[in-house]
């Protein structure tokens, strides 16, 4: 495995699976910690947009520099996967959700079984993408991942 954590950047080498991870960051647990954990003996490098350390600065500044790495991040990974905490509604993680779910790309999507929007996103998923199956736990999306590294 290969960790590549917003600000660095990843520089694809050929041939190389990489995977986005898409959720949410303010106002929840750090989730991606455990991903990486769960993952941590695959063979892709792993993009986490959640930072250790958030700088201080212009509050606009540092939003654009995020959300710029984010956008240029998710057109590098090979494959996405998303999670929606129960601790947050994540509406930028549901845009995104749709936005990616109309490319080609390989997208795992897990949801907490709490999460407040969960019915929602199963009939999307189920009308846009009838073919991705949704877990319920990260264990479980760890588990779907590995089954396509």
């Known amino acids: ?45 792993l993009l986490n947009p959640r930072r250790k350390h958030f700088p201080d600065g212009d509050k606009n500044e540092l939003t654009r520099a995020q959300t710029t790495w984010e956008y240029e991040h998710f057109k590098k990974a090979t494959a996405i996967s998303f999670w929606f905490p129960k601790e947050a509604l994540c509406p930028i993680t549901l845009f995104e959700l749709g936005k990616q779910s109309m490319q080609n790309k390989f997208i795992f999507v897990g949801v907490d079984p709490k999460y407040k929007r969960r019915a929602d996103i199963e009939i999307q998923m189920q009308l846009a993408k009838p073919e991705i199956k949704l877990v319920y736990s990260l264990n479980n999306l760890a588990q779907q991942i590995k089954s396509c590294t």
């Open 1 to 45: 495995m290969k960790y590549i954590e917003c600000p660095e950047i990843y520089k694809p080498g050929k041939n190389e699976k990489s995977l986005f991870f898409a959720g949410g960051i303010t106002g929840c647990r750090d989730w991606q910690s455990t991903l990486v954990k769960l993952l941590y003996y695959e063979k892709i490098t």
